[in-house]
T-cell receptor
């Protein structure tokens, strides 16, 4: 079983819609959770981190964490074409990170 | 601004060559990591280091070695490059315990011919 699983997509949403990206993880002692955005040919950049159950909002982005269900999600409100990228979920357990394989998002103008 | 710098953006090397990929961070981070990223396989950890002169194998260390002589610099070495090592190589660093996430370098696209 993979440590971190994401739907690979691709996910397509129209401009202005809400994009919902999901991630599950296997290690119950995981402590920190991150979402990275990666544009084609570029390196991942950190966009959200979340450490406790519930929602965390930052601009158009909302991260949601449910440790009991071992589930973390990212909502992108008012999606823009510039949000088109691959989104990587990462989970920190102790000193090491585990990454999902990413979900490709396309926002259609 | 926090920075991780990889010495080359693109590299083309011949099979059998010894290849050095350099990574420097200016954030005084304890932890440094080398990943490769391939389509459909995601990020795979090659080696990591939690301190100077310290190294640990990741998931795919075969054919690679590393060096960390100074805290800010972490080098990845391909002992004898092969075509299956053609990939995007990403260096990352983090504070101890990784609670603040990784900062990635811009990546090196290595092609072995």
């Amino acid at each position: 079983q993979k440590e971190v699983e994401q739907n690979s997509g691709p996910l397509s949403v129209p401009e202005g819609a809400i994009a919902s990206l999901n991630c599950t993880y296997s290690d119950r002692v995981s402590q920190s959770f991150f979402w990275y955005r990666q544009y084609s040919g570029k390196s991942p950049e950190l966009i959200m981190s979340i450490y406790s159950n519930g929602d965390k909002e930052d601009g158009r982005f909302t991260a949601q964490l449910n440790k009991a269900s071992q589930y973390v999600s990212l909502l992108i409100r008012d999606s823009q074409p510039s949000d088109s990228a691959t989104y990587l979920c990462a989970v920190n357990t102790g000193n090491q990170f585990y990454f999902g394989t990413g979900t490709s998002l396309t926002v259609i103008p | 601004d926090v920075k991780v710098t990889q010495s080359s953006r693109y590299l083309v090397k011949r099979t059998g060559e010894k290849v050095f990929l350099e990574c420097v961070q200016d954030m005084d981070h304890e932890n440094m990591f080398w990943y490769r990223q391939d389509p459909g396989l995601g990020l795979r950890l090659i080696y990591f280091s939690y301190d100077v002169k310290m190294k640990e194998k990741g998931d795919i260390p075969e054919g690679y070695s590393v060096s960390r002589e100074k805290k800010e610099r972490f080098s990845l070495i391909l002992e004898s490059a092969s075509t299956n090592q053609t990939s995007m190589y990403l260096c990352a660093s983090s504070l101890s315990q990784g609670s603040y996430g990784y900062t990635f370098g811009s990546g090196t696209r290595l092609t072995v011919v």
